[in-house]
């Protein structure tokens, strides 16, 4: 989901390359930081695999990546971390700001009219639990409502509020307001291919975080069961977001990998990257495409986000893979976007 391309549609229903500097370290040596932990360095099949059917063609064709260990968080980051950092920085989510129509019409066709002030108010995209039937499957604009007052405190509304939620992964977080957090905790956000080398585990080249099983899916994470977007059977035991660490964790430790909510990393969302890669070379460390490119949202910088959330379907995305992926531009947030980050001992962050 994006914030300005589908703001705007719903507004409008209103109104009509790779690092080669790997180096050894010695793990031994190096304190683990409190709630993270560590990812060997390792060689491993980024990409869809080829028992994969629901693999889709930007996550084509799968490639040998290396790349070094780092340490991740175990989980998602929570509302109770989100607040220590707002807390000692004053910091305000992109969501949280008032709306600039000078910067927001710079994202979208030319010639857009500026829809009314009381339209261009702070908000976010919240899923919209009332579909009752769906026309068409790839209008997403069926079940998602641009909800003013919606943001990381308030994740349904102005109403709502995260009293009681703190281990739940907090929400309404684009890629700018993790970059600030990430600064401010002294990390970073992870590549796609580091992301991907986590959720693999002690595994080189399977599908799901646990191995290649679709059956066993509903034990491992918080997906959608039943009808999509109409009914969710809550057969994992979960409707919509859980607490962190409610399902088991993946081979080295990390919960949440795939489901709950989507992570973004630090790569630009290129549809096209890995078809124009060099084969024939290693591919070490790498952070991705130099430049994003999506043809469905030409107008809008996006970051690569992985692990799909509570949302996701078979019938829908099926994201609940570790080659998926999907783009959200740097301005974008939801109730189904969040984010964890890494340390590098060997670099800074």
């Known amino acids: 989901m994006y914030k300005s391309s589908l703001f705007f549609s719903l507004i409008f229903l209103f109104l009509v390359s790779c690092k080669n500097n790997t180096k050894p370290i010695n793990i031994s040596q190096v304190k683990t930081p409190e709630g993270m932990i560590w990812v060997e360095g390792k060689t491993f099949l980024q990409g869809a695999k080829s028992s994969d059917v629901y693999a889709m063609p930007r996550e084509k064709p799968a490639h ?4 070094d260990g780092f340490f991740i968080d175990a989980t ?3 509302n109770k971390q989100f607040k220590a950092f707002v807390d000692a920085t004053g910091y305000l989510t992109i969501a949280e700001r008032k709306i600039s129509w000078d910067e927001l019409r710079k994202q979208l066709p030319e010639g857009t ?3 009314h002030d009381s339209i261009l108010q702070p908000g976010s995209l919240i899923f919209n639990k009332n579909v009752k039937a769906v026309v ?3 209008n997403y604009q069926q079940w998602w409502t641009w909800k003013i007052g919606a943001n990381w405190q308030h994740p349904e509304g102005p109403n709502s509020s995260i009293e009681g939620k703190n ?3 907090v929400v309404h977080i684009a890629y700018q307001d993790a970059i600030a957090y990430c600064k401010w905790a002294n990390r970073r956000l992870p590549t796609e291919a580091e992301w991907e080398s986590a959720a693999q585990g002690n ?3 399977t599908i799901f975080t646990w191995g290649n099983n679709l059956e066993s899916l509903n034990q491992n994470t918080n ?6 977007p109409v009914k969710n059977e809550s057969i994992d035991g979960f409707e919509l977001v ?3 660490g409610s399902y088991p964790p993946n081979s080295i430790g990390l919960y949440d990998m795939l489901g709950n909510v989507w992570e973004i990393t630090s790569d630009f969302f290129n549809v096209n990257y890995y078809r124009k890669l060099d084969l024939s070379k290693k591919i070490i460390n790498p952070s991705g495409a130099k430049k994003w490119f999506n043809p469905s949202n030409p107008y809008q910088e996006e970051r690569v986000m992985k692990g799909g959330s509570f949302l996701c379907h078979a019938s829908y995305c099926a994201s609940f893979r570790i080659s998926a992926k999907m783009g959200v531009s740097i301005d974008s947030g939801s109730d189904h976007v969040g984010f964890r980050t890494v340390f590098s001992p060997n670099n800074q962050n």
Do not use: I, L, R
């Not at 040998?64 to 790349?67: K, P, Q």
């Open 113 to 115: 009219p500026k829809p």
């Open 136 to 138: 068409d499957m790839n």
């Open 242 to 244: 859980a607490e962190v």
């Open 223 to 228: 997906t959608w069961q039943g009808n999509f």
């Open 203 to 205: 595994n080189n080249s």
């Open 64 to 67: 040998e990546v290396t790349v």
């Open 167 to 169: 281990n739940h992964p």
């Open 76 to 78: 998602e980051v929570t």
